[in-house]
């Protein structure tokens, strides 16, 4: 079972093998792990997360067409699923930021603009850094979120960013540069709160 | 902002050919706008590329026992088993049923008063005495028809 190609398992899956659904998930577990937690954050349960898109998926599984890939399907699904979720739950976006005391604020958003010494003080405290980044991030509109996510973090090509969010590349491209600006004022915005409006 | 900034998701997408990519870099070195971005992007990503959570241990059993486990809805049901193409199919061919019903009866009622046009004119044609008071409807009048051993 170990080597058998992706349609067998699911033909097996559909046929009632529950082995081949586990070895299908084993398969693809990392990468919707990855993108589950890129897109939804510390804040988020992500092995609830990862479980209910591989249910949506095998519940789906009869209208998969097995001469396309399966990685790219099960990444639409979990890219819909994050997008749902963040849809839900705007509320929880200031949550990681307002735990940090304001000098910290100030302090950490003026690293992030410095490439040089950053990754030196991300080892040192990296739950910090994450949760300015994770602020920054939560700010987007959870489809400029997700596009920038599986672009600049999971390192995807634009057509699969494309497949993933069920548009076109143009589309894909388009929003990736959206986020990619919209983060550059959400931190001017809030460096400028932060009293540093000296550096930019 | 100025034109050369617009090539800054191209150049962060490697995607400039090299005369461009020098442009751009010369650019760069000057333009803080541009410089922030790339820096803060850098930054973003190193720090969510490090905050990974390692894959819970035993999770592709336990989801698969749930999958299995779970009893499905009908509606889910339903619609896992109707795959696109032939969903589609079904679909263009309801479409055409029905187009063809709201022909179909037009025609029949053509038919049909062709029909009962022949068969009233073949009625007039007969003799039918005044006693006969009792043929109120079209079927009293087939009765009596058939009782007299006429066709028409």
Redesign the interface.
């Known amino acids: 079972m170990l080597d058998s190609p992706d349609a067998t398992l699911i033909s097996d899956t559909l046929a ?1 093998d ?2 081949a ?3 299908l ?2 398969r693809y ?2 990468a919707v ?2 993108t589950v ?2 897109i939804l954050g ?1 804040s988020y349960d ?2 609830d997360a ?2 209910e898109v ?2 949506r998926a ?6 998969f067409d097995p001469r396309y890939p399966f990685g790219p399907w099960i990444l639409r699904i979990a890219a819909n699923y994050c997008i749902d979720q963040l849809r839900r739950k705007k509320s929880r976006k200031m949550q990681l930021w307002s735990e940090l005391r304001e000098g910290e604020q100030e302090h950490l958003l003026k ?5 040089g010494g ?2 030196a003080v ?1 080892n040192a405290g ?2 910090d ?2 949760k ?2 994770r602020m ?2 939560d700010g987007l509109r959870p489809k400029l979120k997700a596009a920038f ?1 599986l672009r ?2 999971d390192g995807r090509e ?1 057509n699969e960013v494309a497949m993933a969010l069920g548009t076109s590349e143009l589309t894909a ?1 388009v929003r ?2 959206r986020a ?2 919209e ?2 004022k959400r ?1 001017k915005r809030c460096l400028a709160g932060a009293g540093g409006r000296e550096l ?1 | 902002m100025i034109p050369l900034c617009n090539l ?2 191209r150049y ?2 490697d995607e400039l050919d090299p005369e461009k990519r020098e442009q751009f870099e010369s650019h760069l070195a000057a333009c ?1 706008h541009c410089q ?18 390692p ?2 241990a035993a ?10 486990g ?1 009893a ?1 809805s009908w509606d ?1 049901l339903v ?6 193409a032939p969903a589609l199919t079904a679909l263009a061919i309801s479409a055409l049923a029905f187009v063809s019903l709201l022909f179909a009866p037009k025609l029949d009622t053509v038919d049909s008063s062709a029909e009962y046009d022949r068969l009233l004119n073949a009625v007039d044609s007969l003799i039918i005495p005044a006693s006969e008071t009792q043929i109120q409807s079209d079927e009293d009048l087939v009765f009596w028809l058939n009782q007299e051993g006429n066709t028409l």
């Open positions: 009632g529950e082995g659904f586990a070895e998930v084993r577990q990392g792990w990855g937690h890129r510390n992500c092995e990862v479980q591989f249910l095998f519940t789906s599984l009869r209208r690293d992030l603009s410095h490439d950053l990754s991300i990296v739950q850094y994450e300015i980044a920054l991030l996510v600049e973090v634009y491209r990736v540069s990619r600006a983060l550059q931190y930019l | 800054f998701d962060r997408d803080i922030s971005r790339m820096s803060l992007l850098n930054s973003l990503v190193t720090i969510l590329k490090q905050s990974e959570v894959v819970a999770l592709p059993e336990r989801i698969a026992r749930r999958a299995f779970q499905p889910t619609i896992s088993w109707l795959k696109p």
